[in-house]
Nanobody, 121 residues
Framework: QVQLVESGGGLVQPGGSLRLSCAAS????????MGWYRQASGKQRELVAS???????TYADSVKGRFTISRDNEKNTAYLQMDNLRPEDTAVYYC???????????????WGQGTQVTVSS
């Protein structure tokens, strides 16, 4: 069984920074893509950023130049460095892992429980 655990959310003032972490636990050989999604109140969940094992990055236009995704493949951990935060970045942020190879099987997808990020003065 694979679990994703996020940490690092909280309350920050506009212009501030936060760093989210997502650790995948369990017996894992590899994870093809790790990403971050967010869901603001009353809105649909949207992709924020993703990073493949091979190093291909994707960012939502709204966060380009402000957010940076990274990952440690040895630790099966992903990070999201969020700088110059804006009130519109307020949301629950979810970690996602796509195509997880384990000794028993390949898991198509797994989600974390979410961490709240609030940007407010």
């Amino acid at each position: 069984q694979v679990q994703l655990v996020e940490s690092g959310g909280g309350l920050v003032q506009p212009g501030g920074s936060l760093r989210l972490s997502c650790a995948a636990s369990g017996r894992i050989f590899s994870i093809r893509v790790m990403g971050w999604y967010r869901q603001a109140s009353g809105k649909q969940r949207e992709l924020v950023a993703s990073l493949s094992r091979a190093g291909m990055e994707t960012y939502a236009d709204s966060v380009k130049g402000r957010f940076t995704i990274s990952r440690d493949n040895e630790k099966n951990t992903a990070y999201l460095q969020m700088d110059n935060l804006r009130p519109e970045d307020t949301a629950v942020y979810y970690c996602n892992a796509d195509r997880i190879a384990t000794p028993a099987t390949i898991i198509s997808e797994s989600w974390g429980q979410g961490t709240q990020v609030t940007v407010s003065s």
